[in-house]
């Protein structure tokens, strides 16, 4: 017993899994975006503070030194129980001795501080320092001036700023179980969200699933979908129709050939049995064997043209050929048949084609057979060559027979197809030649048209490509 094993498709991720993950790339962009932003901002803030506090009191003390340095000792901030300082003073002299400073200032060195600026010049932002106590410190310096000598007094001053930075670690960690947070609540809404704009996807799904052949009639888009589906609505409302119209002529194609294929083997039956009723001559025999020969020359065509349209990518190679000379040909070769009806094959115009010759002949030579087949006894068949405006050629086969109804025009081309009409004058036709035509014309990328009034004839063009540049005759091609 042996299996077969459909090949593993590539997986995919599904939609609802592709859209949350671009709703979670999109909402964590947004979340650090934004919260970003309020860090940086809060950080800016409090360092504005910070370094403007160290400007303020610098000048405050810049301020006592000019004007009552007997007051500066009173600016000295020292640490109170209950009551910590933040900031931190020291005063040297001009030669760096400390004249007085605050108790926790000794574990700040002097070179720890930025470089002093005088009066003059515009004090700089603090320099920050982590203390080996784990305290951070904000150090600005600056010179004060007395008496005309810019270089004065030495004042530095320290900020501890370490409850500020716990601060800010702190709402950086918040910030960030803020955004873990909002991405899962981002994931758990967006799959939600997701599942429930998909809905109708799968209700159109759950529908399509449920059509078959039996009511290919339905359309998917009776029914009130969302607009972003319209399009694809509209995409399988016309795929329904062109399954419906195929199932339709794939029916109409089977009962067709059920039907031709029936005569010629009810035909072979009846003679087989009619044989084997009684003894029969030789001669009673070969007349029997003769008539059915001719049956299955009918059956062998008929197959032969089946298979012919059945390989519509077959390769052909396509010549430059005298177009007149191969239509004398098949004139010649019908010569006969258009004698014993009385009927002339007349050939106007000339031109060159690029074609498979074979092919050529048998689309022509089918519409000849059928001028002849249904055209007027006594009457006259013409076939016009003349050359396109984008040089290509036109063969237009013209009959004054019986003609087409309008109504049956459009199927004319179809494979088993044949008019009430055409039965009565011709029941041994099979209804593929127009089909053979038509599948030669598409395979060389040309085109065939039909026009006909009843009782006036009937007018099958074929047209034909330009041939392609530097053909010669001896290019070949294959679709």
């Not at 009511?215 to 399954?243: K, S, Y």
């Not at 010759?357 to 089918?366: D, I, S, Y």
Request: net charge negative; glycine share 8%; proline share 5%.
């Amino acid at each position: 017993m042996s299996s077969t094993k459909r090949p593993d498709r590539p997986r995919s991720s599904s939609i609802t899994a592709r859209l949350v993950g671009f709703y979670l790339v999109a909402t964590l962009l947004i979340l650090l975006c934004t919260n970003w932003f309020q860090f940086k901002a809060l950080y800016k803030d409090l360092d504005f503070e910070d370094n403007d506090f160290l400007v303020e009191r610098i000048g405050t003390l810049r301020d006592i030194i000019a004007r009552h340095p007997d007051a500066l000792r009173d600016q000295i901030p020292v640490n109170k129980p209950g009551q910590p300082n933040r900031h931190l003073v020291r005063v040297q002299d001009a030669v760096g001795s400390t004249l007085m400073q605050s108790p926790e200032m000794a574990g700040l060195a002097v070179d720890l501080f930025p470089p002093a600026v005088t009066s003059a010049e515009k004090i700089g932002r603090g320099r920050k320092y982590r203390a080996p106590d784990k305290r951070h410190y904000l150090l600005n310096a600056a010179w004060a001036e007395r008496g005309g000598n810019p270089h004065y007094r030495l004042i530095q001053v320290a900020l501890e700023i370490t409850d500020e930075d716990a601060l800010m670690s702190k709402y950086l960690i918040r910030t960030a179980a803020a955004v873990v947070t909002g991405l899962l609540l981002a994931a758990l809404l967006g799959v939600a969200i997701t599942r429930r704009g998909l809905r109708p996807l799968q209700e159109m799904a759950d529908k399509v699933a449920h059509i078959t052949e039996a009511d290919l009639h339905q359309r998917v888009g009776t029914a009130n979908w969302p607009r972003e589906l319209n399009q694809l609505t509209v995409a399988l409302d016309a795929m329904l129709g062109r399954l419906e119209e195929s199932f339709g002529r794939l029916s109409e194609f089977s009962a067709n050939l059920a039907h031709e294929l029936r005569t010629p083997i009810n035909n072979l039956r009846g003679e087989a049995e009619v044989a084997l009723s009684r003894a029969r001559s030789e001669e009673e025999y070969r007349r029997i064997i003769e008539s059915a020969i001719e049956e299955y020359e009918r059956l062998s065509r008929m197959v032969g043209d089946i298979l012919f349209l059945a390989r519509p990518d077959r390769a052909y190679q396509p010549v430059l050929i005298d177009a007149r000379a191969e239509v004398e040909r098949l004139a010649e070769y019908y010569g006969n048949l258009a004698e014993e009806q009385h009927t002339a094959i007349v050939i106007e115009g000339d031109g060159e084609v690029s074609v498979d010759p074979n092919l050529f002949q048998r689309a022509v030579g089918n519409l000849i057979s059928n001028a002849l087949h249904y055209g007027s006894r006594f009457g006259e068949i013409r076939v016009k060559l003349r050359g396109t405006d984008d040089g290509g050629l036109e063969i237009a086969v013209e009959d004054d027979g019986m003609g087409v109804d309008p109504a049956e025009l459009p199927r004319v081309f179809d494979r088993f197809y044949r008019s009430p009409q055409a039965r009565q004058i011709y029941n041994q036709g099979s209804g593929l030649g127009l089909a053979i035509v038509r599948s030669i014309m598409n395979l060389h990328g040309g085109t065939a048209s039909v026009a006909s009034r009843p009782g006036a004839g009937t007018v099958v063009t074929l047209r034909f490509p330009a041939p392609p540049d530097g053909d010669t005759g001896a290019s070949v091609a294959e679709t």
